[in-house]
């Protein structure tokens, strides 16, 4: 994470421009160490996300909607008693940390007007959101309670003194000094700006920024004095150039542009679309993660299971391959009955379904040749009917395999509200046990099929799971409607809402089909093709599981960049 105090005072500029005089309308408490503000001003509702998670700590403006507790939490319910309604008269950092202070006017219970501070330590596995008296300067409650035992420097509970974290003494904040007090403090410092180490004396200074010092006072970056390097940051955070960095080995963003990272660059228009675009995929994953719980266990748990089962079938059925051969040998033993002395152990007879060639039989030495022969039979008819079970079982098991891979690709294309209803279809098909309701259940969000729009103007839906595969294709579209779905391979249903599309539609209907399949990363992925009429859905099946005939199939490679082009947005 590359957030440091530099990127921090260009980020409240960018709040201070948005939510300076807004009023709070609603807050929100998604997940544990995550907060959202709904604060209204001038006349547009802006949410406010912030995380005090120990890697993706952020504060950010942010369009997502998240799933919330049906219960708020404790913290949620008590800044919604102080700060509902509540105005901001101010936004700052404090000093050149990454530490952002909000400002409150607000009425208590009894109507006297009241001040608060809420302030966002974003600080790793230390950042917190503190709620403060300003009158009584005493912490109100704060989002993760530590103990005086636990930190002797300040206790962070409800109703203990406010006192703002340590800082270094051996670093200076930069904006504190005038003109000559940096000039002298750039000369002081020199050595240590020239070795990429200006962190150790510049507070709120990230490596990553001070290794781009070192790179401008290189001969190769330009051979810039440490004093212009220092006023160069100082100027370019007032006018922030959001970027994201890409490099072989990892992800890197900034508020300006770095010259020393090499990669592929990604510009963005604000701090937060920045901050967004970052955090988002990670913390993505790891709310899909804590929401599914041990799903992903028990479904990967049944897959390990049935590929074991196909094994064991697999071995089943070469046994039984050889039903045809008792029969055989039963009839041989049946005809050459009279020549047969009791108490033989084996005995070669002329095998007349083999142009007489001689074939020993084994035998019971304690029955009859026909006592024998009808033993044989028995295993002849015992592996006839095992044929048709093992036809059966691996034709069921590869179904099951199928339908979980497409739950595992479900869950790791979902969307937070996607999860439980995936959950939920696992329960009813007895893959998860139902558990106790608990007070932190979420509520539940009717989720919508993904839309898109192809560059005719033709809207294409795309279901996000196998209950609205089936309502998508089997329900809301019309029948002279067009359905595609990856060639034999997991993936989600996809609906062209037009009757005679045109071919640049239906290929870029597949594109997507081929996108949110299983196959999302490979070349050439066959898509099939055909209206919905054709589609049928067994008895019994299911979700998600539907037969079609007359299709007809197209040959695509997804492309991400193309995915992106297509996404539907309300104007």
Same mark, same amino acid.
């Given at each position: 994470?590359?957030?440091?105090?530099?990127?921090?005072?260009?980020?409240?500029?960018?709040?201070?421009? *948005?939510?300076?005089?807004?009023?709070?309308?609603?807050? /929100?408490?998604?997940?544990?160490?995550?907060?959202?503000?709904?604060?209204?001003?001038?006349?547009?509702?802006?949410?406010?996300?912030?995380?005090?998670?120990?890697? /993706?700590?952020?504060?950010?403006?942010?369009?997502?909607?998240?799933?919330?507790?049906?219960?708020?939490?404790?913290?949620?319910?008590?800044?919604?008693?102080?700060?509902?309604?509540?105005?901001?008269?101010?936004?700052?950092? #404090?000093?050149?940390?990454?530490?952002?202070?909000?400002?409150?006017?607000?009425?208590?219970?009894?109507?006297?007007?009241?001040?608060?501070?809420?302030?966002?330590?974003?600080?790793?596995?230390?950042?917190?959101?503190?709620?403060?008296?300003?009158?009584?300067?005493?912490?109100?409650?704060? +989002?993760?309670?530590?103990?005086?035992? *636990?930190?002797?420097?300040?206790?962070?509970?409800?109703?203990?003194?406010?006192?703002?974290?340590?800082?270094?003494?051996?670093?200076?904040?930069?904006?504190?000094?005038?003109?000559?007090?940096?000039?002298?403090?750039?000369?002081?410092?020199?050595?240590?700006?020239?070795?990429?180490? @200006?962190?150790?004396?510049?507070?709120?200074?990230?490596?990553?920024?001070?290794?781009?010092?070192?790179?401008?006072?290189?001969?190769?970056?330009?051979?810039?004095?440490?004093?212009?390097?220092?006023?160069?940051?100082?100027?370019?955070?007032?006018?922030?150039?959001?970027?994201?960095?890409?490099?072989?080995?990892?992800? /890197?963003?900034?508020?300006?542009?770095?010259?020393?990272?090499?990669?592929?660059?990604?510009?963005?228009?604000?701090?937060?679309?920045?901050? #967004?675009?970052?955090?988002?995929?990670? =913390?993505?994953?790891?709310?899909?993660?804590?929401?599914?719980?041990?799903?992903? *266990?028990?479904?990967?748990?049944?897959?390990?299971?049935?590929?074991?089962?196909?094994?064991?079938?697999?071995?089943?059925?070469? =046994?039984?391959?050889?039903?045809?051969?008792?029969?055989?040998?039963?009839?041989?033993?049946?005809?050459?009955?009279?020549?047969?002395?009791?108490?033989?152990?084996?005995?070669?007879?002329?095998?007349?379904?083999?142009?007489?060639?001689?074939?020993?039989?084994?035998?019971?030495?304690?029955?009859?040749?026909?006592?024998?022969?009808?033993?044989?039979?028995?295993? #002849?008819?015992?592996?006839?009917?095992?044929?048709?079970?093992?036809?059966?079982?691996?034709?069921?098991?590869?179904?099951?395999?199928?339908?979980?891979?497409? +739950?595992?690709?479900?869950?790791?294309?979902?969307?937070?509200?996607?999860?439980?209803? +995936?959950?939920?279809?696992?329960?009813?098909?007895?893959?998860? @046990?139902?558990?106790?309701?608990?007070?932190?259940?979420?509520?539940?969000?009717?989720?919508?099929?993904?839309?898109?729009?192809?560059?005719?103007?033709?809207?294409?839906?795309?279901?996000?799971?196998?209950?609205?595969?089936?309502?998508?294709?089997?329900?809301?579209? @019309?029948?002279?409607?067009?359905?595609?779905?990856?060639?034999?391979?997991?993936? @989600? *249903?996809?609906?062209?809402?037009?009757?005679?599309?045109?071919?640049?539609?239906?290929?870029?209907?597949?594109?997507?089909?081929?996108?949110?399949?299983?196959?999302?990363?490979?070349?050439?992925?066959?898509?099939?093709?055909?209206?919905?009429?054709?589609?049928?859905?067994?008895?019994?099946?299911?979700?998600?599981?539907?037969?079609?005939?007359?299709?007809?199939?197209?040959?695509?490679?997804?492309?991400?960049?193309?995915?992106?082009?297509?996404?539907?947005?309300?104007?």
């Amino acid at each position: 994470m590359t957030l440091d105090g530099f990127f921090t005072r260009s980020l409240v500029t960018e709040l201070q421009n *948005h939510l300076k005089g807004g009023r709070i309308h609603k807050i /929100y408490q998604p997940f544990e160490q995550e907060l959202q503000l709904v604060i209204r001003a001038n006349r547009v509702n802006h949410r406010l996300a912030a995380s005090v998670h120990p890697n /993706y700590f952020s504060l950010y403006l942010t369009k997502e909607k998240s799933a919330n507790p049906q219960q708020a939490p404790m913290f949620c319910m008590l800044l919604r008693k102080y700060l509902e309604s509540a105005f901001i008269t101010d936004i700052k950092q #404090y000093q050149n940390d990454r530490i952002i202070d909000f400002y409150f006017k607000g009425r208590d219970e009894i109507g006297i007007e009241q001040e608060y501070l809420l302030t966002f330590e974003l600080m790793g596995r230390h950042s917190n959101i503190l709620l403060v008296n300003q009158k009584k300067q005493t912490i109100i409650d704060c +989002i993760k309670h530590v103990s005086a035992s *636990h930190n002797t420097y300040r206790s962070l509970t409800p109703g203990a003194v406010f006192k703002r974290p340590p800082r270094n003494n051996q670093q200076v904040n930069l904006f504190e000094l005038n003109d000559s007090q940096l000039f002298e403090f750039s000369h002081q410092n020199e050595p240590l700006l020239k070795e990429g180490k @200006a962190f150790q004396c510049v507070q709120g200074m990230s490596k990553l920024l001070a290794e781009e010092i070192a790179y401008w006072m290189s001969e190769e970056g330009g051979n810039l004095s440490s004093l212009a390097s220092l006023e160069r940051i100082k100027s370019a955070i007032e006018f922030p150039s959001p970027t994201l960095y890409q490099t072989d080995k990892n992800v /890197y963003f900034y508020c300006f542009k770095l010259e020393s990272i090499p990669g592929e660059e990604v510009a963005f228009d604000t701090l937060s679309d920045l901050i #967004y675009a970052y955090s988002h995929q990670k =913390v993505h994953l790891d709310r899909v993660k804590q929401l599914s719980g041990n799903i992903i *266990h028990k479904v990967n748990q049944v897959l390990d299971k049935n590929q074991k089962k196909l094994k064991n079938l697999a071995k089943d059925r070469k =046994v039984a391959a050889n039903a045809d051969s008792y029969r055989i040998k039963g009839e041989l033993l049946n005809a050459f009955a009279y020549q047969i002395d009791n108490k033989e152990e084996k005995v070669t007879l002329s095998n007349f379904y083999d142009n007489n060639q001689p074939l020993t039989i084994q035998l019971n030495p304690r029955l009859n040749a026909v006592e024998n022969a009808q033993a044989y039979f028995k295993k #002849y008819q015992k592996y006839r009917d095992a044929l048709k079970y093992i036809n059966r079982e691996e034709r069921l098991t590869r179904e099951e395999i199928d339908y979980l891979d497409g +739950i595992l690709l479900q869950l790791k294309q979902a969307d937070l509200e996607d999860v439980e209803s +995936i959950k939920e279809e696992l329960i009813e098909q007895g893959y998860v @046990a139902q558990k106790r309701s608990s007070s932190k259940k979420r509520a539940k969000t009717q989720s919508k099929p993904r839309r898109f729009q192809s560059s005719d103007g033709v809207m294409i839906y795309v279901g996000r799971n196998n209950q609205q595969n089936d309502d998508l294709s089997l329900k809301k579209a @019309a029948k002279n409607h067009w359905w595609l779905h990856a060639k034999d391979i997991p993936g @989600a *249903h996809v609906i062209i809402e037009s009757d005679k599309p045109s071919q640049e539609t239906l290929l870029q209907a597949a594109q997507l089909a081929a996108y949110y399949s299983k196959f999302s990363q490979s070349a050439n992925v066959p898509v099939d093709y055909v209206q919905v009429k054709h589609l049928k859905k067994p008895n019994g099946a299911k979700p998600g599981f539907v037969i079609y005939e007359g299709q007809k199939t197209l040959f695509v490679t997804p492309s991400p960049t193309l995915i992106d082009q297509l996404k539907f947005t309300e104007k």
